[in-house]
């Protein structure tokens, strides 16, 4: 599999790269809400169920999804573990909880940004999310919906209000910023470069 730059690769990244150092540091941040059955979307390689399954006795069942096949075959090859099943599909296919039932713990990093269609997506996790269920979901700050993406691989790129707007199914919500490898209720003199919501659905 070739590093684009788009995905995170770890076996191809120099350990120091700050998008790995980020992603890494999610994993281990959506760990403690992990239970039960768990479904991680836009999965990509599968690097994260090594993380959030060690030493986590709460988690039954992990399910990865991903649009790539290539993707899903790296995966399958690095990291499957007892827990763990990986399957290609389409974060947008309105019909994923019929095909895969519902989860405890959905986790879904740096995927929202990256395609039309985030209203649908966001209808997709609360049909798949069960009722008490916690959504872990992530993007990067941006200068508005409206306006032009720094990133190539972007669609969207969203300021933190419009982040909260399209996440309004789930009533509750606590948004965190993430900065490196640090993730914390936001500071007033701290400067961050991502916005990590936790969601309830009730």
Do not use: W
């Amino acid at each position: 599999m070739e590093y684009t730059g788009e995905r995170v690769i770890p076996e191809m990244m120099n350990p120091k790269n700050g998008m790995l150092i980020e992603h890494i540091a999610r994993y281990q941040f959506a760990k403690q809400f992990c239970t039960g059955r768990v479904l991680d979307i836009a999965c990509g390689v599968g690097y994260g169920s090594e993380m959030l399954i060690k030493q986590n006795p709460r988690i039954d069942e992990l399910i990865g999804i991903d649009l790539s096949e290539e993707a899903i075959d790296y995966a399958k090859k690095h990291y499957s573990f007892m827990e763990t099943s990986y399957y290609v599909d389409d974060a947008l296919n309105p019909n994923l909880y019929q095909t895969y039932g519902t989860f405890d713990t959905i986790i879904s990093f740096e995927t929202i940004e990256h395609f039309q269609g985030d209203e649908v997506f966001v209808k997709n996790l609360y049909n798949l999310l069960k009722p008490g269920g916690t959504l872990v979901i992530s993007t990067p700050f941006g200068k508005g919906k409206h306006q032009p993406c720094a990133s190539p691989f972007h669609v969207y790129q969203y300021k933190e209000e419009e982040f909260i707007e399209v996440l309004k199914p789930f009533s509750n919500l606590t948004m965190y910023h993430q900065i490196d490898r640090t993730i914390e209720i936001p500071k007033p003199d701290q400067k961050y470069y991502l916005m990590v919501a936790v969601c309830k659905k009730n």
